[in-house]
């Protein structure tokens, strides 16, 4: 798509510039203001800043829908969007539509979800490619994919081929996770959800694929399970696994004791996290858009945050509706929600939504036109270009929508309602049954002006299960639809809002809030006249000693009287958060089963998925997550996913199990160092000298070390946005290791910097050696850091850089993990852990960073 000069924003601000307006905009929440200049502000391929404000982007994002209202009777101006969507106080267009409506600068998708299809697809190897080329072909348009392997041969099936008999899924596995990886985003990686069906006769090795150190770390991996093998489960019974899945003559049988296989899930989900489980049979019954399957409207995987079920090529666009804003009087014996201004703008959002769609054709005919414009030949371009006109049908056709929510335990908390309990489970389903009602209504008066989804059928659905849910509920609606059809084949949805609700300043999406309150240190210079000085460490560093509030934590101090720039002790902030609504209702207090049966209670009222995490303590039996698994099923969820704390770290190399009495305090990594790492960049200062880390990662964890002095004459230079990269491992000319980094720009293009190793002082690289063997053997990080710190060395410059050494390792040092040995400087109590990269005194609160 050709862009004029006359349709491009004229002024340009530096990155600075955006950042302290935002900043202001913000309030003060540097966070909030980094992630908005950093993701959403719009800017061209040069990094050139064309907002400074996200008012600027909410102009933008009100213009273009107004441009696509008046298309249609009665339409809403731009100013009347403008104050739907202004401050990111009602409605908040999420991701992919944020950074994308109205953005000349980037060809690209608005949709945040796809499917891949593997309808009439063999698992032949050019199948395979077909599907390899289609995932990265979206996600460089910066599209979340998922798909499904079902469709692949079990291991030792006969092939035509010259290896006789097939590998199996895991290897593909492995190969669409590389894929991923490869794909940059603006400054993020891709997102991929791998499932496959429990009844494939390759489902445990799929289950115990991301078990082994550093594979798979390109996807999240979803397990699909049926209602005949959850009964199994329940009965201790046999249960058959086919291939090809599902099939009444079936090739190939195996017969299992389904609970051996489930305790396996449960055991590798308590372990690792993974995998997730799609409770299928649910998924498929309760689905609007399944009533076309034989259209090309079969569900066959999801997303990858699992809140959005799809069938082949279809997508979906996400937008967030801000509940905690509806409450009036908040935080006080008066407070309400307003029901009346909230359906009202469910209706809003709903047409806005829809709007969206054909902001979404418009990109992707400019895609097709991008396509048909490269040089390549037609036989290259053809998958990507059938890509796009499959996906330009679905969206066309289907016109599905994903309609969802943040800050319901900041709502709950607004109207003194503690998250998790009965009273407050009642409540949220009372509000998600509005949405779906308002919702609906809104799609079916759309429909009368704008003409339904082209193969509405109300015969088709009848028997849905929601669907006459929403009958049940209002009868009404129920007889308009069947009257006018509806705009839309599918509406709402539940979804992560992780960067969303920094910007609305609430919790996040169904979740409680994380921590209301917490403190934090700030290191100062002790000659500024307006420095308070709480603290002098060690080393002669002086600190101050803040208390970070949760934004609407904040607003119920004030609104209670509390003031908010007191410097309090912990046990005076504990006693405050006792007295607020936030008191045992954040993500480690909640009880995980009555989370389970809001998740199940609210799903009744969402005809896509959510997506939730139950989070749990370290020390959580296996038992009782197979016991939350099965309440999830009974709750009526359609998928669930549990994290227990610390859990990832202890991922093990094989499938075999450790002894009893074998201590897992290791980090098992492999012993050959793979050729290429993902790597994090670090930057950071040291007697005002400027420094930089590449840190080789396994499964996010510290592998390898390089660093040194950035920007000098003789050492590393990239641009200040690089953040994440490659360490390739290479031979020189004279065949010796070689270890060089490598980026993707702003164009796509990929930089290489040669010789990681020959950049810095050869003293730095010797000591770095030294630190690198200690990460892959296994050393825990923390005991790392301290054996850096324990080193004597002479020279002030390697003093400087053992210190940074050790600053940009902490980082990586697990939420929780306790220090053994050290008092708190503070309060002198032995009870240490680190915390986000800081050293944190459980009792007495203060935290020491870098």
Same mark, same amino acid.
């Given at each position: 798509?050709k862009?004029?000069k ?6 340009t601000y ?6 302290q ?14 992630v908005?200049v950093?993701?959403?502000a719009?800017?061209?391929s040069?990094g ?17 829908i ?6 249609y ?5 731009e100013? /009347?969007?403008?104050e739907?969507?202004?401050?990111f106080?009602?409605i908040?267009?999420?991701g992919?539509?944020? =950074? ?14 796809f ?7 063999s698992?032949?190897?050019g ?5 390899d080329?289609?995932?990265v ?13 079902s469709?692949i ?20 596995m ?12 603006? $400054? ?11 009844n494939?006769p390759?489902?445990?090795?799929? !289950?115990?694929?991301?078990m ?6 390109g ?12 009964r =199994?489960?329940e009965s201790?019974?046999?249960y ?5 899945v599902?099939s ?10 389904a609970k051996v ?11 690792s996290?993974?995998p997730?489980i799609?409770?299928?049979?649910t ?5 609007v858009?399944d009533?076309?399957a ?5 569900t066959?995987s999801?997303?990858?945050? $699992?809140?959005?079920?799809l ?8 937008l967030a509706i801000?509940l905690f ?6 935080f006080t ?9 909230? &359906?009202?703008?469910v209706?809003?959002a ?6 969206i ?5 418009e990109?992707?005919d ?5 396509i048909?414009?490269?040089?390549e030949?037609d036989e290259?371009k053809?998958v990507?270009?059938?890509?796009w006109?499959?996906?330009r049908?679905k ?11 943040t800050?319901e ?11 998790g309990?009965?009273e &407050?489970?009642?409540?949220s389903?009372?509000?998600h049954k509005t949405i ?7 799609s079916?008066n ?12 109300s /015969?088709?659905?009848k028997?849905?299960?929601?669907i006459l849910?929403?009958k ?7 007889y308009?639809?069947?009257e ?10 539940i979804?992560p809002?992780?960067t969303t609700?920094l ?7 169904i979740?409680p ?5 917490y403190?934090r240190?700030?290191?100062?210079n ?24 949760h934004h ?8 209670n009287?509390?003031?908010?720039e ?10 405050l958060?006792?007295?607020? +609504?936030y ?9 995980w ?11 009744k ?6 997506s939730v995490?139950i ?14 698994y ?8 359609k ?8 859990s990832?770290s202890?991922v093990?190399?094989?499938n /075999?199990?450790?002894?009893?009495d074998e201590?897992d ?5 492999p ?6 790492l ?11 000298e ?11 964890? +510290? ?5 040194g002095? =950035?920007?000098?004459?003789?050492g ?10 490659l ?6 000319e004279k065949?010796?290791?070689r270890?060089d ?12 910097i040669?010789?990681?190793?020959q950049?810095?002082?050869?003293e730095y690289?010797?000591y770095?050696k030294l !630190?690198?063997s200690t990460l ?10 301290d054996?850096?710190?324990s080193?004597?060395l ?8 053992k ?6 390792l902490k ?6 993990t /306790?220090i ?11 009870n240490?852990?680190?915390q ?15």
């Amino acid at each position: 798509m050709k862009v004029t000069k006359a349709a491009l924003p004229s002024k340009t601000y530096s990155q600075e510039e955006a950042y302290q307006a935002s900043l202001k905009y913000f309030n003060g929440d540097d966070l909030a203001a980094r992630v908005w200049v950093n993701k959403y502000a719009l800017k061209d391929s040069q990094g050139n800043i064309y907002e400074l404000t996200p008012d600027e982007m909410h102009r933008r994002i009100a213009k273009e829908i107004a441009r696509i209202e008046v298309k249609y009777p009665n339409p809403m101006s731009e100013d /009347e969007v403008y104050e739907l969507i202004k401050g990111f106080k009602y409605i908040v267009p999420q991701g992919s539509p944020m =950074a994308g409506i109205g953005n000349p600068f980037q060809i690209a998708s608005l949709s945040n979800c796809f499917v891949i299809g593997n309808e009439g697809m063999s698992d032949s190897y050019g199948g395979i490619m077909k599907i390899d080329q289609e995932q990265v072909q979206l996600m460089k348009r910066r599209g979340g994919v998922g798909h499904d392997l079902s469709h692949i041969r079990p291991k030792g099936s006969p092939v035509k081929n010259s290896a006789l008999t097939s590998t199996g899924l895991v290897p593909f596995m492995e190969r669409f996770s590389n894929s991923t990886r490869e794909v940059a985003q603006d $400054g993020r990686r891709g997102a991929l959800m791998l499932s496959v069906a429990i009844n494939h006769p390759d489902a445990e090795d799929f !289950i115990d694929a991301k078990m082994e150190q550093g594979k798979v770390t390109g996807a999240n991996v979803s397990v699909r399970i049926d209602d005949e093998f959850m009964r =199994a489960v329940e009965s201790d019974s046999i249960y058959t696994q086919k291939f090809p899945v599902y099939s009444d003559n079936p090739k190939a049988t195996v017969d299992i004791k389904a609970k051996v296989l489930w305790d396996k899930i449960v055991h590798n989900a308590w372990k690792s996290a993974e995998p997730g489980i799609l409770f299928w049979d649910t998924i498929i019954r309760e689905s609007v858009p399944d009533c076309y399957a034989d259209l090309g409207y079969n569900t066959v995987s999801t997303n990858p945050c $699992g809140e959005i079920p799809l069938c082949p090529y279809d997508s979906c666009r996400l937008l967030a509706i801000n509940l905690f804003s509806y409450v009036e009087k908040q935080f006080t014996k008066e407070a309400k929600f307003n029901f009346e201004l909230f &359906a009202k703008h469910v209706a809003f959002a709903q047409r806005i939504m829809d709007d969206i769609i054909d902001l979404e054709l418009e990109k992707i005919d400019a895609i097709l036109a991008k396509i048909d414009a490269d040089p390549e030949t037609d036989e290259v371009k053809l998958v990507e270009r059938n890509l796009w006109l499959n996906i330009r049908t679905k969206a066309m056709e289907g016109r599905r929508t994903g309609i969802g929510i943040t800050a319901e335990g900041d709502m709950l908390a607004a109207l003194g309602m503690q998250y998790g309990s009965d009273e &407050a489970v009642n409540f949220s389903v009372k509000v998600h049954k509005t949405i779906a009602l308002e919702a609906y209504r809104a799609s079916v008066n759309t429909a009368k002006e704008r003409g339904a989804f082209s193969i509405f059928n109300s /015969e088709r659905e009848k028997n849905n299960p929601f669907i006459l849910r929403l009958k049940e509920a209002d009868d009404k609606l129920y007889y308009e639809m069947l009257e006018h059809g509806r705009r839309n084949i599918a509406l709402l949805t539940i979804a992560p809002t992780g960067t969303t609700s920094l910007m609305t300043q609430t919790s996040s999406g169904i979740e409680p809030v994380f921590l209301p309150v917490y403190k934090r240190r700030r290191k100062v210079n002790p000659n500024d006249k307006d420095a308070r000085v709480d603290f002098v460490d060690e080393v002669g560093d002086s600190w101050e000693e803040y208390t970070v509030f949760h934004h609407r934590f904040k607003e119920w101090m004030t609104v209670n009287g509390y003031s908010t720039e007191k410097n309090y002790t912990q046990v005076e902030l504990d006693e405050l958060v006792k007295k607020s +609504p936030y008191y045992k209702a954040t993500s480690n207090d909640v009880d995980w089963l009555s989370k389970v049966h809001l998740q199940g209670a609210v799903q009744k009222w969402v005809d896509h998925s959510i997506s939730v995490t139950i989070n749990m303590p370290n020390d959580v039996s296996e038992e009782l997550v197979g016991k939350l698994y099965l309440e999830a099923w009974k709750s009526g969820c359609k998928g669930v996913t549990v994290y227990r704390d610390g859990s990832r770290s202890g991922v093990l190399i094989s499938n /075999e199990e450790k002894k009893d009495d074998e201590q897992d305090t290791l980090t098992h990594f492999p012993t050959d160092r793979p050729k290429t790492l993902e790597a994090d960049v670090v930057r950071f200062q040291n007697n005002k000298e400027k420094w930089i880390a590449f840190i080789g990662l396994i499964d996010e964890k +510290p592998y390898e070390i390089f660093t040194g002095l =950035a920007d000098d004459e003789d050492g590393i230079h990239i641009p200040r946005w690089v953040e994440t990269g490659l360490i390739i491992k290479n031979r020189d000319e004279k065949g010796n290791s070689r270890y060089d980094f490598q980026y993707q720009n702003k164009r796509g293009y990929k930089t290489t910097i040669e010789g990681l190793s020959q950049k810095f002082d050869p003293e730095y690289w010797n000591y770095a050696k030294l !630190i690198s063997s200690t990460l892959r053997h296994g050393m825990p990080i923390e005991k790392v850091v301290d054996l850096i710190n324990s080193l004597q060395l002479d020279s002030e410059s390697i003093t400087t850089w053992k210190n940074g050494v050790a600053r940009a390792l902490k980082r990586y040092v697990p939420d929780g993990t /306790e220090i053994n040995g050290q008092k708190c400087t503070n309060c002198g109590g032995k009870n240490l852990i680190y915390q986000e990269g800081c050293l944190t005194c459980k009792d007495c609160g203060s935290s020491k960073c870098g």
